[in-house]
C-alpha cells in the first residue's frame, strides 16, 4: 500500500537517495537497515513531505503524494515517528496527544478512542498524562513522539531509529509494541540500524548503502548475505 519507486534525494550536490524502490504492502512490517549516512532517514524524509525529492514517484494505496507537504501526507495516512523525539517540552503528555492528532483526520470523538489506545499501548504514557513532557525520561519522550504519530490514525507508519539512544530495556518495550502493533494489522516501514532487532520483527528487509538499496529479502535470506555485512560494517 506504500510504493516507493525511483525515489531521489538530494542536498545541494550531495546525493543521499538514488532511485530507490521499496513496497510496503498493507499490514506488513518492513525494515529498511544500512550503516550511518546511507540514506535512510532521508529516504522517510522524501516520503513523509519534510524533504523534496528529486525523482520518483511516492503512492499511498495507489494515490500519488509524491513532493506533497508534511500536513497534507499526514491527512493522506503517513505518519512518521522522526529520529530524535518530536514533542512540545512545555505541555502535558495528554495535551502533546490531542494537539498530535489535529494535524490527522480525526473528529472529537476518535480522539478520546485514539488516546486510549496510546494509553493502552504505552502503560507509561496512561500514569504520567499530566505531567509535562520535557520532564519526562528520554524513553517517555521517544513512546509519547510515538504516540503523537498514532493519535493521527495513520494508515502507514513510518519509525525512524525507534532504539536510538535507550536504555536497553526501554528498546525491549519499544520493540515490544511494534510488535504488538504489526500483529494487530499496522502497517510499517522502520528504519533501523541494529540490524538483529530489524531483522527479528520484520517480514521483509531492504539493505541500503550510499544512497541505493542493495539487498533485499525475508530476514532470514538477508541476515546470511554477505553484502548484507559489508554494507553494515564495511
Ligand atoms: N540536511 C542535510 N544537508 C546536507 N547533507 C545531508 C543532510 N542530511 C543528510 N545529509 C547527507 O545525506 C546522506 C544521507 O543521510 P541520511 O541522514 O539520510 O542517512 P541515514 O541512513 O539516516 O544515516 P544515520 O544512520 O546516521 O541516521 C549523508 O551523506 C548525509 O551526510
Ligand atoms: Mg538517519
Redesign the pocket.
Known amino acids: 500500500m506504500l510504493r516507493v519507486s525511483r525515489l531521489s534525494a538530494a542536498?545541494?550536490a550531495?546525493q543521499?537517495?538514488r532511485e530507490v524502490d521499496l513496497a510496503v504492502d498493507q499490514g506488513s512490517l518492513v525494515a529498511l537497515i544500512?550503516?550511518?549516512?546511507?540514506?535512510?532517514?532521508?529516504?522517510l524524509h522524501s516520503i513523509a513531505g519534510l524533504h523534496r525529492p528529486s525523482g520518483g514517484t511516492v503512492t499511498v494505496g495507489g494515490r500519488d503524494i509524491t513532493g506533497w507537504n508534511c500536513h497534507k501526507v499526514v491527512r493522506a495516512g503517513v505518519a512518521l515517528v522522526a529520529?530524535g523525539r518530536r514533542i512540545a517540552p512545555p505541555l502535558t503528555v495528554e495535551e502533546n496527544l490531542d494537539l498530535a492528532a489535529y494535524s490527522g483526520r480525526s473528529d472529537k470523538a476518535r480522539l478520546r478512542a485514539r488516546r486510549d489506545e496510546v494509553f493502552e499501548l504505552f502503560p507509561r504514557l496512561a500514569e504520567r498524562r499530566q505531567q509535562l513532557a520535557a520532564l519526562m525520561s528520554g524513553g517517555e519522550q521517544q513512546m509519547l513522539a510515538f504516540g503523537r504519530a498514532l493519535m493521527t490514525g495513520p494508515d502507514v507508519l513510518l519509525l525512524d531509529?525507534p532504539s536510538m539512544g535507550l536504555a536497553p530495556s526501554v528498546v525491549d518495550v519499544m520493540f515490544e509494541t511494534i510488535a504488538r502493533l504489526h500483529s494487530s494489522g499496522a502497517t510499517i516501514l522502520l528504519?533501523e540500524?541494529n540490524a538483529e532487532l530489524a531483522l527479528a520483527v520484520s517480514d521483509h528487509v531492504y539493505v541500503?548503502q550510499r544512497?541505493q538499496i542493495v539487498a533485499s529479502g525475508a530476514p532470514d535470506e538477508v541476515r546470511d548475505r554477505t553484502e548484507v555485512m559489508s554494507a553494515l560494517f564495511g
Open positions: 542536498y545541494g550531495v543521499a537517495v544500512g550503516s550511518n549516512g546511507a540514506g535512510k532517514t532521508t529516504t529520529e531509529e528504519v540500524q541500503m544512497g
